[in-house]
């Protein structure tokens, strides 16, 4: 088993950064892939950026270039760095442990090849005006 606890979260000003943790415990040896997925009020959780074991990284369509993902091996932590932030970038976000991407060709995209085998217990971002 592994354990997931974010850290964080808060609420922040449109065009501010935050900064999310996740550190990992328990059976870490075995994980693979690590990564951010985020769910607003009445949506889905969708996946926001993911970090191989390897240091590939992965990022939706809609924080490139203002999300980055990174990860301390020698601490079992994953950090997720959030600048210019946007009122709908505001969900919970939740850190999931061992799973891979795979390219879709059809979408042109890379995306979760399935669901991460852990999940921390979520941290709110609010996004004001």
């Known amino acids: 088993q592994v354990q997931l606890v974010e850290s964080g979260g808060g609420l922040v000003q449109a065009g501010g950064s935050l900064r999310l943790s996740c550190s990992a415990s328990g059976r870490t040896s075995s994980v693979t892939g690590m990564g951010w997925f985020r769910q607003a009020p009445g949506k889905e959780r969708d996946f926001v950026a993911a970090?191989?074991?390897?240091?590939?990284?992965y990022y939706t369509d809609s924080v490139k270039g203002r999300f980055t993902i990174s990860r301390d091996n020698a601490k079992n932590t994953v950090y997720l760095q959030m600048n210019s932030l946007k009122p709908e970038d505001t969900a919970v976000y939740y850190c999931g442990a061992d799973f891979t991407m795979r390219y879709y060709y059809d979408a042109g995209s890379w995306s979760p090849y399935r669901q991460p085998s852990y999940w921390g217990q979520g941290t709110q971002v609010t996004v004001s005006l």
């Open positions: 970090i191989s074991s390897s240091g590939s990284t």
